[in-house]
């Protein structure tokens, strides 16, 4: 399964360089932070970004989402399916087709 | 395949929706650094954060990184293992051990 | 009055380089985000930093901010005390003594 | 002057509710990104944004700038006007005028 894979191959990285001491949730949430401004930075001035660039950096924002999820024991593919039931019901189709509005003020 | 399962799911969702039309990958990947900032919101004042609102931020980000992968038709599961290559040789085992130090400090 | 010193500047500089184009408030925005996860990089492994960086990184924000505010026609530092009072009262001293909790749930 | 009137008000608001236990330069790093998010979450789906919404979230980010600042007691108007210069010399008029383009690559 890709996400076991996943989960192996960046667990072997970590232990070989001793780094799980320094992956606190803490640690992690502030590197998935720091990731996704430096993704952002593609499009800072367009919408449109160098498609390499974009690829790592969205990659990097993804690795430390897949490391705090195993730092905290959780499927990081289940949890998305778990939340998109919740999302679901915050934005039923009759109200929120076609419309970015926030689900507070649909 | 898990990561078809999310794909497959997350594009019912949008379609239902028709919210495809505001999802350009530069709003995609400000929705990444914005549920980021919620999910280090957990971790404020604190390392130690409730893990049901951990959960629920964390997919936040998951999700919009799916969401971006797929509307640049990349594979998420992929570009992390593509990604991790290139850290490797970046953090070589005997210069990266047990150091948080960023690779061009090494 | 330090803060027009500054609007002036900022504004010379940014003329100079024909450089308002690309300051819409959504990049300038965008612009504060990134900003911020590199001042947060200062501290992702540890809270201790080297003030040299700390000092550039917050300059850049505040340097964003800055530019927002005079894109909108807000006076930064009007703003920060205006919220400052709307804060006091979500926060009385009483029930906010000593706490990180925040306001919903004091 | 305007930047003390800030200095103060903000040190008597936290003297107030003994906050200045929980702001480590690291927490004030995370709740200025925290801040920023939500200041960009005004623009997630459109560059055109609610104005008294984008003034209350960019305040927030302005003083959790002027805390950070504070706390390393650095002058907030001082090192925007020292950074400007630097700035100045990586983007020369010449090179940078009517350019995005990242001085690394001009």
Redesign the interface.
């Known amino acids: 399964?890709?996400?076991s894979?996943?989960s192996d191959?960046?667990a072997e990285?970590v232990d070989?360089?001793?780094?799980a001491?320094?992956h606190?949730?803490?640690?992690l949430?502030?590197?998935?932070?720091?990731e996704?401004?430096?993704?952002?930075?593609?499009?800072?001035?367009?919408?449109?970004?160098e498609?390499s660039a974009?690829?790592?950096e969205?990659?990097?924002?993804?690795?430390y989402?897949?490391l705090?999820?195993a730092r905290?024991d959780?499927d990081?593919?289940q949890?998305?399916?778990?939340?998109?039931e919740?999302?679901?019901e915050k934005?039923p189709?009759d109200r929120?087709?076609?419309r970015?509005t926030k689900y507070d003020q649909l």
Chains 1, 2, 3, 4 share one sequence.
């Open positions: 399964m890709q996400g894979r996943i191959a960046l990285f070989e360089r001793e780094w001491q320094f606190t949730p803490g640690n949430a502030k590197s998935i932070v720091i996704a401004g430096e993704l952002l930075e593609c499009f800072q001035w367009s919408d449109s970004a498609e974009v690829r790592d969205l990659a990097d924002v993804l690795t989402c897949h705090l999820a905290l959780l990081a593919d949890i998305v399916l778990d939340k998109l919740k999302t679901r934005y189709v929120a087709r076609g970015s």
